[in-house]
């Protein structure tokens, strides 16, 4: 499971011209799912992108996580993240997570966020979507487990 989390002053989705989700300072979440992935690898995931120290302290340092700055998580399903790049001019696909399975473990991923009282939008699964941030830094990382 992979997350490319971006640290945004602000971020949106856009489907069929439609504001479906929209946060102010936090995380835009593009998360990834591949052929293996559970519930527990989520979780894991989950931890590292709510608990990773990205938000300046009062010295300036990252030190401070999306929660301790009273941030918001934007959740986007990204299935081009588990391309197999290695390759050729096109990537290729096979490694990610079957629809069925992706989408399932999307949700799952979603509710723990919400669950664990991190403001949480989304983004439509396998929607064709307008992903519109404002990346603050810019400060951005490949999260995976």
Request: net charge neutral; proline share 3%.
């Given at each position: 499971m992979i997350a490319l989390i971006q640290r945004v002053s602000e971020a949106s989705v856009t489907v069929e011209g439609e504001v479906i989700g929209a946060i102010g300072q936090g995380l835009l979440v593009l998360l990834g799912v591949e052929q293996?992935?559970?519930?527990?690898k989520a979780d894991k995931l989950l931890h590292r992108?709510?608990?990773y120290r990205i938000f300046s302290d009062a010295e300036g340092?990252?030190?401070l996580n999306v929660g301790q700055v009273g941030g918001s998580l934007l959740v986007v399903s990204q299935f081009t993240l588990a391309a197999d790049t290695g390759r050729g001019m096109r990537p290729s696909f096979s490694g990610g997570a079957h629809p069925a399975d992706?989408?399932?473990l999307y949700d799952?991923?979603?509710?723990?966020a919400r669950a664990n009282n991190l403001p949480t939008q989304t983004g439509r699964f396998a929607a064709?979507?307008?992903?519109s941030l404002l990346n603050d830094g810019?400060?951005?990382?490949?999260l995976q487990v």
């Amino acid at each position: 499971m992979i997350a490319l989390i971006q640290r945004v002053s602000e971020a949106s989705v856009t489907v069929e011209g439609e504001v479906i989700g929209a946060i102010g300072q936090g995380l835009l979440v593009l998360l990834g799912v591949e052929q293996g992935d559970d519930e527990a690898k989520a979780d894991k995931l989950l931890h590292r992108v709510s608990g990773y120290r990205i938000f300046s302290d009062a010295e300036g340092k990252m030190n401070l996580n999306v929660g301790q700055v009273g941030g918001s998580l934007l959740v986007v399903s990204q299935f081009t993240l588990a391309a197999d790049t290695g390759r050729g001019m096109r990537p290729s696909f096979s490694g990610g997570a079957h629809p069925a399975d992706a989408k399932r473990l999307y949700d799952y991923f979603v509710a723990r966020a919400r669950a664990n009282n991190l403001p949480t939008q989304t983004g439509r699964f396998a929607a064709d979507m307008k992903v519109s941030l404002l990346n603050d830094g810019p400060v951005t990382f490949w999260l995976q487990v």
